[in-house]
């Protein structure tokens, strides 16, 4: 079957394998649709092909670099307690020696 293919049923839907759009003879020549080739086709398929095969890749660092920032800020939040916690038995002990100090004054 050697027919031309169709809107709805292409010949072939490589871009490449198609025949280019030529303008009919009732549009002006210069107007504001310019003939259609197929030169570009074939990069701009890569160039999305590449672009959809980097969007794991950029989830993927968004989604570690949101991690990152929790384990930092988790890491900082356990770095103040314990701050806090030592910071409460510096005073405790500071107590005991003011109180053991006063005693041994008072006597």
Known sequence: MNAAGTIDRPFTHDPQKQAPMTSSTSEPSGSATPAVTTKGAKDSRQNRTREMQLIPEAL????????????DAERRAVRLVAARRM???AERVSMRARRALAMAVMQ
């Open 60 to 71: 993927a660092r968004a989604h570690m670099d949101e991690r990152m920032r929790e384990a």
């Open 87 to 89: 910071q409460r038995r």
